[in-house]
């Protein structure tokens, strides 16, 4: 005699629920019933007169038929109907013609093949559910920062696995020139996006992101990651050169010093970490001018001319001054204009216009320093700049007194008049 087929071991099947993460209880018993409904409804040809109680916590499943009671000899679908004698022998001597007779059925009856065919039911749920819980993780996690651990390293990409060994893909074109990585390595990156065609969740990461240079900052500076100073900007050439303008919210802190640290103690780990790219940190100013003067930092421009509605700035300079503003390959010049967003053009202005010019803050002595930086706010750094700008404008644009400019151009022009 055949031995009889053990029911299936449903134990084992919650335990695999047990051990998902972001799999709440709800959703765990509901998958379970669904894949019982769905192997009982090809045995029976429908699920509808059948009720399915699940229990997890003693790991067992109770199913229970519903059917209608007919005159001996006229059933004429047993999946749906049952015979008055049979009814009353199961337990239910009361019942009558036309009533309904619940019947328990046990899942172990149907043999081998019906647990099997639950069984890949379920295993296929359960990595569905596994799927979505991974893409939900992730496209939460979308600009964030992540670790994983090489794994293998193709020619246009690598593979990384995380904690919970989800694989990440680092493409080379998001990769920062000059990374180099070996098996078994730990790397950071940002989750640059997240893919899930037909449910088969792709992770891709980057290191070239401007949010990966964010979070390394929010890593580095307890300040920024507490909140006290923000990072309004960023501009990155991968590997080459980045700048980075900075706010506080707090008058005691230095945003610029906060960020790089004791002498460059918290900016360094972070130019280890992008392959020794170089890294401007300035401070941010609403005013435009202003911040395309700091955005183009190290050099030291004369005037300012914006066109605020095409969003172009031209910057005139002394001749030494261009190729400082311009920047070795251009890269100074075209990171000023991606942190500002302004079109930013260069002029030099000619020797002799700049032979007897002197710069603003020599004036020191003279001229109150928020003076001084009022009248530089509004594009005018030397003295030639500022007796070469209509009165009008001095004291509209920069909120000054009249005669406060009127002081201001007289001990400029008395300067070059001596």
Known sequence: MAKKEEAPN?????AEF?????????????????????????????????????NPDKGDVQIFQNLQVVADGEVTDPNTQISLSDARADQDPDVEIGE???KEIFFADFGRRAILTLRQTLQSKIL??????????FKELEGELVTGEVYQTWSRETLLLDDDKNELLLPKSES??????????????????????NNNPKITVSRTNENFLRRLFELEVPEIHDGLINIRAVARIPGERAKIAVESYDE?????????GVKGSRIHGIVRELRNENIDVINYTSNPSLFIQRALSPAKISSIRLDEDEKKA??????????????????????????TGYIIDVYRDTEETFE????????KDEIDSWVIEAIKNIGCVTAKSVLATPREVLIEKADLEEDTVDQVLGVLRAEFED
């Open 314 to 339: 031209e910057v005139f300079l002394r001749p030494d001054e261009v190729s400082l503003a311009i920047g070795k390959g251009g890269l100074n010049i075209k990171l000023a204009s991606m942190l």
């Open 10 to 14: 449903m134990v084992a099947s919650f």
């Open 18 to 54: 047990k051990e998902l993460k972001n799999i709440d209880k709800t959703t765990m018993i509901s998958v379970l019933e669904e894949s019982f409904r769905n192997v009982l409804a090809k045995m029976f040809g429908t699920d509808e007169n059948l009720d399915v109680i699940m």
């Open 356 to 363: 007897e010019d002197i710069y603003l803050d020599e004036f």
């Open 252 to 260: 005691r802190i230095d945003p610029v010093g906060a960020c790089v």
């Open 100 to 102: 309904e007779h619940t």
């Open 176 to 197: 920062i020139p000059g990374d180099f990585f070996r098996k078994g390595e730990t790397v950071r990156a940002v989750v640059a996006n997240v893919d899930n065609k």
């Open 128 to 137: 569905d559910l596994q799927k979505e819980a991974i893409y939900n993780k």
